[in-house]
């Protein structure tokens, strides 16, 4: 029971260092890609890193709040980025990439980064390091201006 | 700030003396392949970064584009008088290809690996032929890294072993042109804990010696083995080269990332392992390196930074490294200190790394990126790179040659 135990908790301990904050639908960077055009709707990719502490601390003090939450998961296709994996994505290009290389790309040096980007790929705003719940919603109010400002005629 | 400024005033002013120091005479860059346009993407990439080699006179770029819609390897080879490359062959089949590591033969004869359709493969090349390919039986097997051993090719490759990645080293018998595999082995003999990615090899003259990124203690480290008899497939315990940072956050996380080591043999006998570190963590990526050590129980030594201190400024990607029988040896990378990406060197001085140089022909406007280098016996200077005139844009493939001045 004790090694059951001591098994589960050590996996749940890995999810929380590779991966996005539970509880909300991060896809891979080319699903998310297809998916936000599909929908028209910005991008919100997170560049994180296996054992990433500022990304552990910004899952567990920001991205745990309920109105962060609302707001991201309701204006946003999210997508999470392993800026050291391998694994593969096809760009809109056609082009297939290594997500480490997504990373480079977008500068994502360290990590956290967060970028929001158009439906067709174009950069709205970024958020470099350790972000505070202040911080999220204050991006979003922001993005959220620029794509009200831009949808004007 | 003040001082800050002045320190980099004082750097600028040094940089011309490393410049005139430099120990190759660069050639014009020429095309690798004819085949190009804003549909195609060409890719130099694999595990530990071989993706160019020098057999006698002959020059060979490995790389993968899209040229007909699947990823495919290709391979072009000249003549190092000649001005251009040849046609390229088309080295893999059917399916979606990836990450083709190349290493040199004797006689202008070249051995390949690459992925194709999540499986290993492997051939050879002669001057007048290609020959038969090779599968290794299993899937979610990737990133073939190549060495050569008297007759016998060493593949390292990561393969799935049921959650994880796991190092395997495979031994491959040169019969003419016709490789057959012989034994294999985990390189760490324990279950993997975590996945175990992107190994790179050199062999000795009386051992192996293989490195490899490693998530085991909940963060990715680089990890060494070596087999010291050759006539078994047996590797001693992992040991870890890259070392844990001063900073590591107590509460969160687990320590700093590392990328993509590259190992290169020179002397005789010495091996240099460097890859990017995120040590420093503001800065993003450094290079690093460490030397082995024969004899030591630790096998890799302190690590060093390698790039100068202009590198604070950018990050620094993709890195490479090559060595001569004299003693000879360099990395490369590239980074964005002047603005544009353009393709670094340092190299081995008696009290340590140069200054970092931007290579001539490429550096300057658009992308220079992801560099992969040889060093002949001569200690010239061989460097394949992707150029980019726009961010995501079309690519072409570059090779430049640096003549080494004695």
Known sequence: MRAILLLVTSLLTLQVMAEPPHGYPFLPFDKAMQQARIENKPLFVYFGRYGCGYCEKTNKEAFSDKQVHAAYTKHYILAYVDSESGKRVRLPSGEQVTEREVGTRYNAFVTPVFTFLTADGQPLLRLVGVQRIVDLRQADSKVQQLLTKASKP | MKLQIAWLGLLIAAAPLSAQAQPWKFDEPVTVTK???????????????????VSADTIAVAWEDNRDGTPRIYLARKARSSREFSQEVKISGKGDAFEPSLIALDNHQFALAWEEDARIHARLVTPAKLGPVIILGERDAMQASLASHDQQLLLVYSRRDGRFGRIWM????????????????????????DEQLYPAVVSLADRIIVAWEDRRPGHTIIMTAQ???LKSCRFNSPQRISEGSSRSNPTYGKGHGVARVALAQYGTGQVLAAWADKRDFREGYDIYSANYRPGNKQLFGPNLKVQDSFGGIAQQWHTTVA?????????????????DANIMLSWRED?????????PGA????????PTISLDREGNLHLAWIERTTVNGPTRLRYLFGQAIK
Not at chain 2, 351 to 359: E, I, P, Q, T
Not at chain 2, 363 to 370: A, F, K
């Open chain 2, 323 to 339: 060595g001569d029988p004299s003693g000879r040896l360099v990395v490369g990378w590239d980074d964005k200190r002047d603005g």
């Open chain 2, 227 to 229: 087999n010291s008899d």
């Open chain 2, 363 to 370: 550096d300057g406007t658009g992308e220079q990126n992801h």
């Open chain 2, 35 to 53: 085949t190009h346009n804003k549909k195609i993407f060409h890719h130099l990439e694999s595990a530990g970064r071989h993706n160019i080699a």
């Open chain 2, 351 to 359: 009290d340590g790394w140069s200054d970092d140089v931007a290579v």
């Open chain 2, 170 to 193: 495979q031994a491959i018998e040169i019969d003419g042109q016709t490789l057959h595999p012989k034994h294999g082995c985990a390189v760490d003999a324990d279950p993997a804990q």
